[in-house]
């Protein structure tokens, strides 16, 4: 029987915070229950169903000084029962006027800014039937990346400035009143009043452009298809446009003047993934456009906006002048991500928020299989490993919810795109997709695609689809993942009789989570179908899969043979191995394919982390690692160490804990150095980078003088440091920098013109160990110098890399409306509870407790429940694992 591992005792205080933090997510997951199929009038929301919009017809004429957008909508609608008032979104907008049929009817207006809707109240009832709504109203261009936004970026000829759009998930309201939810499926056809110099980018293309007075004109586009209204898109600026076709769609990439050039990676691309898809979904891409638009501020990611996808400029544009040539691998694998959603997401829609994984989880894993198809040397699957623990780690704690999770609000619906939703919704397709068969389960998406388009689905409608198309039983198996939150463990163990040796597997319910108080519940048990795929080393056949319920008991050939669980880790799950079996394995670990040898690794480290093995066993394991291991494997390690290395930041344990990471990794390093032979596109040249950062994090002097040796040889020529070691190197070069290194990066981020590079060296920066010269990049937060998309990112880096976290707590305290007002509803949500994980005590988390305006709003209260959890497992992981380590490290000496 297993032996109790000796755990840490909490304070009472952080125990009590992430009791009551708990007690909030478990109100809001709820028990599983098998979900309906679509319903228009069942389907989660806010407004009321009684008035359904049909089209609208949108004037807008944003002033790009005054930052005020004036704008006239007629909204056709089919009003289903009488009414006297209608419901709808809108946010920091003022009306003018409201009126139906021609004004046959005038409305007064009620605005409740919590609810973020417009109540228009009319004298008569309104019949049912068909009617037009006619409103005049002005919305705001915002400062942050929400709504329509500005952005103000550097160019040859001074600064310039640019309007574009994000709106998901609930900001289609701050531009124009709307029904603002994903089931209120309209068209939408726009006008906009420009500068005469812009270009206008919407859904469609443009049917009409005509001078609109002194130095205006005014562009016109044609109406969409039936979709949601966050799927709606405006940029205008100072742009230019590199087009290709693709069997009759015209695929552009759109930028600002004089970098169209950089796009073409991304334009050969999409061409060629939208004939993957069209073929793939069985459902051709149904727009006549599709543009791509690289904005160079506003918000940091991309979105899949319908005809005209708007990402960071960084994520999307290459510059073999400044970019690492793996840069590529970043820009295919998002542009495949949002293209994928053209189709889930955008032609066929989740009804709510409640299934937004049917859009981010599947565009995900489409990324991942595209990425397979067109570039297989990646090897984004192995290479990717880390997506799927990030989910798993998520998963295991106390604060985690259903892939399918109720969401009762625009704040809620905010706080779902996490790790949960994207990277476990993605590794369930992936386990389906290898039960069903590839076949069989594309030709379920395929009738998915057909059955739906143009509508609104649940989880329910997909299951549907693919068991008619595979015939096999989907629900019970698919449903166990998505309908409740936790993650699977898998005990596997073997005995022998004679020669003959059997496997026992037993399902439990992983669990991360700090040590509880005398009488605190225990988690509630959980039960899934799990398809548990199994086999022998060396792998000479397909793996067996057995559809474990409870427990089971199978042959596993010769006594003492090593039994792989989880083969070829695709299962979501986690593996926990008797003593027998890990003795085998560990015998075996170089006969491993390199997938299974990461899942190994991986596991023995989620183990420690949980409390069920002891941290010196994970450390004999990454001593039976080779030096010529491959990336994925010492990727692994790295993050492992690294995380140690945070929690002993002030511990009498660093020094030794850093000499051992040093010891371990060095040789890895040494094998490749600093030179290398490689393409510039490949493991070893990845692998080397990051050995390079995590041996400076770990003081290791000869890099870091070395990177300081290159970085000055790179001021001299900058052709003297390839450009897969520049992040590196400057990365170095900024944690240790004086004054005088310090004004040197802020000199290199402000002459530069170019997003990744401007980026790179403000980071850099912002690493600094110096506290005076964290202050300063502080400050810099406060300016309008830095692009507004990094700004939360350089504050959270003074914190962790530049390890200054109660330095920039205070900052934020100090200046919370001001950088509130800057960075928008968000940075109070969202940066706030995650920025506090960076500590590790209950003085930090009671502050985070009382810190109000983080509490402000449900989606606000999930995040300070989810950061108190976290919080807490790295304090009792500190105190469980950091004194053991520094014992077994130095026994060793």
């Not at 073997?494 to 519940?521: E, H, K, N, S, W």
Request: proline share 6%; aromatic share 8%.
């Amino acid at each position: 029987m297993k032996q109790p591992h000796a755990t840490a005792v909490l304070p009472a205080f952080l125990l009590r915070s992430v009791a009551a933090a708990i007690a909030l997510l478990l109100s809001l997951s709820g028990a599983a229950l098998a979900e309906p199929v679509f319903s228009f009038d069942s389907s989660p929301g806010k407004l009321p169903k009684t008035v359904i919009p049909v089209h609208y017809a949108i004037e807008l004429t944003p002033d790009l000084e005054s930052l005020a957008l004036p704008g006239v909508e007629i909204v056709d609608i089919e009003v289903r029962e009488p009414v006297t008032r209608l419901t709808l979104n809108a946010v920091d907008t003022s009306f003018a006027s409201a009126g139906l049929d021609d004004d046959a009817q005038r409305a007064d207006v009620t605005l409740d800014a919590g609810a973020q809707t417009a109540t228009l109240s009319f004298a008569q009832p309104i019949t049912p039937g068909a009617h037009r709504l006619r409103i005049a109203f002005t919305a705001r261009i915002n400062k942050f990346g929400t709504g329509l936004f500005y952005v103000d970026y550097p160019t040859g000829n001074g600064t310039k400035r640019l309007l574009s759009s994000k709106l998901e998930p609930a900001d289609a309201r701050r531009i124009f009143p709307c029904w603002d939810e994903p089931a209120f499926k309209a068209t939408f056809a726009l006008t906009v009043t420009v500068p005469s110099s812009f270009l206008a980018v919407g859904n469609m293309p443009v049917v009409r452009e005509e001078p609109a007075g002194s130095n205006l004109k005014e562009v016109a586009f044609a109406p969409t298809p039936k979709m949601s209204s966050y799927l709606f898109v405006l940029t205008v600026g100072e742009l230019e446009r590199l087009t290709a076709d693709a069997d009759g769609v015209t695929v552009g990439v759109v930028t600002t003047s004089g970098k169209s050039g950089q796009g073409r990676f991304a334009l050969d691309s999409a061409v060629k993934l939208l004939a993957y898809y069209n073929d793939y979904f069985g459902v051709k891409y149904p727009l006549p456009k599709l543009d791509l638009l690289a904005v160079p501020g506003g918000f940091s990611g991309a979105m899949e906006n319908w005809g005209g996808i708007t990402f960071f400029e960084s994520r999307l544009l290459f510059d073999p002048a400044t970019n690492a040539d793996s840069a590529r691998r970043g820009i295919f694998n998002i542009l495949a991500h949002e293209m994928a959603h053209q189709w889930f997401g955008d032609l066929v829609t989740m009804g709510w928020w409640d299934n937004l994984w049917l859009n981010e989880g599947f565009a995900s894993w489409m990324a991942t299989k595209a990425s397979e198809q067109f570039y297989p040397q990646w090897q984004n699957w192995l290479n990717g490993y880390g997506q799927k623990q990030f989910a798993l780690a998520l998963d295991a704690r106390r604060t985690s919810h259903p892939i399918q999770q109720p969401v009762a609000d625009h704040s809620e619906a905010t706080v779902a795109f996490d790790a949960i939703t994207y990277n476990k919704g993605q590794a369930l397709i992936r386990m389906l997709e290898n039960y069903l068969g590839e076949g069989a389960f594309r030709d379920g998406i395929r009738k998915y695609m057909v059955a739906h388009a143009y509508g609104n689905t649940t989880t329910a409608d997909l299951w549907q689809a693919l068991e008619s198309a595979a015939g096999k039983p989907v629900t019970g198996i698919a449903a166990s993942f998505t309908e409740q939150d936790g993650v699977p463990l898998i005990t596997a163990e073997t005995a022998c009789t004679g020669d003959a040796q059997r496997m026992t597997l037993r399902q439990d319910r992983f669990v991360i989570a700090p040590r509880q108080t005398t009488g605190a519940a225990p988690l509630p048990p959980r039960s899934w179908q799990i398809p548990v795929a199994l086999g022998p080393l060396p792998v000479t056949r397909p793996a067996d899969v057995v559809l474990l319920q409870g427990s089971a008991d199978i042959a596993a050939g010769s006594c003492g043979e090593a039994i792989k669980v989880n083969l070829g880790d695709i299962g979501y799950y986690r593996v926990e191995y008797g003593p027998n079996s890990r003795a085998a394995l560990m015998k075996s670990l170089a006969q491993m394919p390199v997938e299974d040898r990461v899942n190994f690794v991986a596991d023995s480290w989620a183990l420690v982390q949980a409390g069920r093995a002891e941290p010196p066993t994970y450390l004999a394991l990454i001593k039976a690692l080779g030096p010529d291991d491959r990336r994925a494997v010492w990727d692994q390690v790295i993050g492992a160490l690294t995380g140690l290395n945070r929690l002993a930041r002030d511990r009498a344990e660093r020094p030794a804990l850093q000499a051992y990471a040093r010891a371990r990794l060095r040789p890895v390093f040494d094998r490749l150095g600093w030179e290398g032979s490689g393409s510039g596109d490949d493991d070893t040249t990845l692998l080397r980078a990051s050995l390079i950062g995590a041996l400076g994090e770990f003081g290791d002097q000869d890099i870091l003088t070395e990177a300081k040796r290159r970085f000055a040889g790179f001021l001299q020529d900058p052709k003297s440091l390839p450009n897969a070691l520049r992040d590196a190197v400057t990365h170095l070069v900024g944690i240790s920098a004086d004054r005088p290194t310090y004004d040197t990066l802020l000199a290199l981020a402000r002459k530069s013109t170019v997003t990744n590079e401007r980026v790179r060296y403000y980071y850099a920066a912002a690493s600094a160990r110096d506290a005076t010269l964290a202050g300063d990049t502080l400050a810099l937060t406060l300016t309008d110098e830095l692009p507004s998309t990094i700004v939360s990112g350089l504050i959270s880096t003074v914190a962790s890399a530049g390890e200054q976290p109660d330095l920039a707590w205070a900052f934020v305290q100090k200046n919370f409306d001001t950088l509130l007002a800057r960075q928008g509803p968000s940075f109070r949500d969202q940066f706030v509870p995650n920025f506090m994980t960076n500590f590790t005590d209950d003085a930090h988390a009671a502050e985070l407790k009382a810190f109000a305006p983080a509490q402000s709003t449900s989606g606000g209260r999930v995040m300070v429940a989810r950061a108190l959890e976290s919080i807490a497992i790295s304090a009792d992981l500190k105190a469980r694992a950091l004194p053991p380590v520094d014992a077994w490290i130095r026994e060793r000496k």
